[in-house]
């Protein structure tokens, strides 16, 4: 098995909002990726990103809860793991007292997207939330399996939105739309610490093979991911040289200006 993994900064003036991590002791990874908050009424980012607090939470948490749990570790377990990140990014919240004075704007919930995997008996176990997802193309690099994307359709109707204000727009999305899956119209699930996000959870399990390539990432990665050159840097070139490579690709594309963050695995 051959890991490679990184994270590069964003080029909107704002701390790196995604997290990565990995067990010492087990196949076991996962991405985050924080969601920004509002600008301060200075017009600034806050000093403190708990868009980054909440993704490291997610990360630390779920590996550790899975570390302990390896030996009997199924999809079960990867759900507990999930619940366990999320009550620690409540306690994240409540530290910082967010739900105290939640409003959905300057103070909004820490909160992040997610996903994590573990491999185990030649299964990919698999598990996110939100626009983290998970890839995995063959040997011959046809594409084997894809994670959804539940945001992305939501944020299309929102940027095609009339909204009377960009307190409006907020509401609308973070009150109206996030965690509320009785709701009678498409909503969308993120980790804020809230026992709904539950309902988001994307879990299953898929058989690997000699030489897969296994992608977990942040939706600032995924328009290289889908780039068959990009994807045969991990296969053909030594860890040494694999970040320089993939450097080369992402200065060519400097209106992507997202963070980006990566986790290979090939089998």
């Not at 980012?45 to 809860?65: D, M, N, Q, T, W």
């Not at 610490?193 to 898929?206: A, W």
């Not at 600032?220 to 296969?235: A, D, N, Q, T």
């Amino acid at each position: 098995m051959k890991v490679f993994s990184f994270s590069f900064q964003n080029l909107k003036g704002r701390a790196n909002e995604d997290f990565y991590f990995a067990s010492e002791k087990y196949p076991i990874f996962a991405v985050a990726d924080g969601v920004s908050r509002n600008k301060n009424f200075d017009r600034n980012y806050p000093k403190i990103s708990g868009a980054r607090l909440a993704a490291e939470e997610f990360c630390k948490k779920v590996i550790g809860y899975l570390e302990k749990k390896f030996s009997k570790a199924n999809l079960k377990t990867l759900k507990e793991g999930f619940n366990f990140a999320n009550k620690a990014i409540f306690k994240l919240n409540e530290r910082y007292g967010i739900n105290k004075k939640l409003d959905y704007l300057t103070n909004d919930y820490f909160c992040t997207c997610g996903v994590a995997v573990f491999i185990k008996r030649n299964f990919l176990y698999y598990g996110y939330v939100g626009d983290c997802g998970v890839r995995i193309y063959d040997k011959n690099d046809f594409l084997r399996f894809a994670s959804i994307n539940d945001v992305e359709l939501l944020e299309r109707w929102r940027e095609n939105q009339k909204f009377k204000s960009q307190k409006e727009y907020w509401i609308v999305w973070r009150k109206i739309l996030r965690n509320k899956p009785k709701a009678p119209y498409l909503t969308y699930g993120v980790f804020t610490g809230e026992k709904e996000v539950k309902y988001y959870y994307h879990i299953g399990k898929i058989k690997l093979f000699p030489q897969d390539l296994v992608f977990l990432y942040s939706d600032g990665i995924l328009p290289f991911i889908e780039k068959s050159e990009f994807r045969k840097v991990f296969r053909k070139y030594k860890k040494e040289k694999v970040e320089k490579r993939i450097k080369e690709f992402i200065e060519k594309e400097i209106n992507l200006k997202d963070d980006k963050t990566l986790i290979s695995i090939l089998i």
